[in-house]
């Protein structure tokens, strides 16, 4: 196609990732601080935070500026888009229900998984993970699911570029150790990871296909390991999370 | 504050107007569609959409852009900054467990209600409204709930410039009887509404309020009109709600 006018490019590329530095830690930022957060200069932070709030997505107390709930517009054509996603909830909650643990559905970006369905369960108090949060995919069950559906070339490209961090005593560090658990996942249809991510917190993963058979989401089920043994999770969850991640994925052929 | 470039306004508000324009009914679109869908150019929308590509937010088959999930970072800052909105889904999760109905939680942008949480029925498998999805404020329950917490300027201002259109055989479409139901709303402390958006929808919304008391978002149950009468929503549903409404509100005071 024709050439591209590098000034738009860089003027939403700054304005985007700005957008992105808005978070739990950072609510409502100043120029200052935005301009730290994004290392754009404190100008260009101020003209961008400046045309955020006029065209509704920011407001100002006068010195903080925070994010308006019309930044969901932005993400919603996406999850809109998600053929499976409004039937994948139903399935979900059936599944929550029954196992009284919490159930998840996440897709691919880059090195992270992102949330893109959450059910909770009754009980849960403690910090959740909504839509749009962000995990490493290598200690998670559902990053495994969707590593191990990966294209060799793919897969190879994720690993070069990826430190394998110690996140607890459990983590797989080694990059051998980790291409033959995702070889293991592969085979066997499912992902089990027991507190390498988060100590005490236990998850069994499954892909959910499209009508073609290709990986397009992994569906989880997480559990405090005080409450679910792992021999639980694989002889009770894990034939359940089969046969919801199934369900969902008739579903997605039904669709087409 | 300082001058604003001109330039930099317009492809800002450009590149977000074409990120809103992917929906359910176009969840790819080419250059000449997204063009039409926005009234860019096809030159601009070539520019932003390859933009968009070259920073993951996109991705083609060399005809139509599809946005990945990574769009869901450009909303997730807002989420996460919620202060109540993990703690409240717990509290709508046990809601909807007891009265076996989904539950909503809603804020005003513009004259929109905007999901920013939902937990479904078990046995929904209709359309379900999700998070970053929008309705008009003045036919819903949240909406009213909403609008009747605005100062008297800005819901004159929301009612000076939005056509009250007749939805169903129920919906309140005259200004005046809606500002008198408005005030009833704000006396009773919740609003019941029965088929006036959607033909055979009933809902009942109630106030979330930050610590100051000013009123944050509105908290909803809905239910099918076949299932539940409006004397079982308003005896049975509505006490509930106020005391989960209250729970979060509670919550929320503690968090400061």
């Not at 903080?64 to 994948?88: C, K, M, N, S």
């Not at 995702?182 to 892909?207: F, I, K, M, T």
Request: aromatic share 6%; no cysteine.
């Amino acid at each position: 196609m024709s050439r591209e006018d590098p000034d738009v490019i860089d003027s939403v590329e700054k304005a985007l990732r700005l957008l992105q530095s808005f978070s739990g830690e950072a609510p409502a930022m100043s120029v200052s601080e935005a301009a730290a957060a994004t290392g754009l200069t404190r100008a260009t932070a101020r003209r961008l935070l400046l045309t955020f709030e006029r065209l509704g997505f920011a407001e100002t107390d006068g010195r903080r500026f925070r994010l308006t709930a019309r930044v969901l517009r932005l993400g919603y054509g996406y999850l809109a888009a998600l053929p499976f996603w409004e039937h994948a909830q139903s399935h979900m909650r059936a599944l929550s229900d029954e196992v009284r643990e919490s159930s998840s559905l996440a897709t691919l970006d880059g090195g992270e998984i992102v949330y893109v369905a959450r059910v909770p369960a009754s009980r849960m108090m403690t910090i959740t993970f909504n839509v749009g949060s962000r995990l490493p995919a290598y200690p998670t069950s559902m990053g495994r699911v969707l590593l191990a559906a990966l294209p060799a070339a793919d897969l190879e490209s994720y690993l070069d570029r990826t430190e394998l961090k110690r996140l607890t005593a459990n983590t797989i560090t080694d990059r051998a150790a980790l291409e033959a658990e995702l070889a293991r996942v592969a085979e066997q249809g499912y992902a089990l990871v027991d507190g390498e991510r988060e100590e005490g917190v236990r998850s069994a993963a499954a892909p959910v296909r499209n009508a073609g058979g290709g990986v397009i989401a992994a569906l989880n089920v997480s559990a405090n390991a005080a409450r679910v043994s792992v021999e639980k999770l694989r002889a009770e969850f894990v034939p359940r999370l089969l046969e919801t991640a199934d369900a969902i994925t008739k579903d997605i052929a039904g669709l087409h």
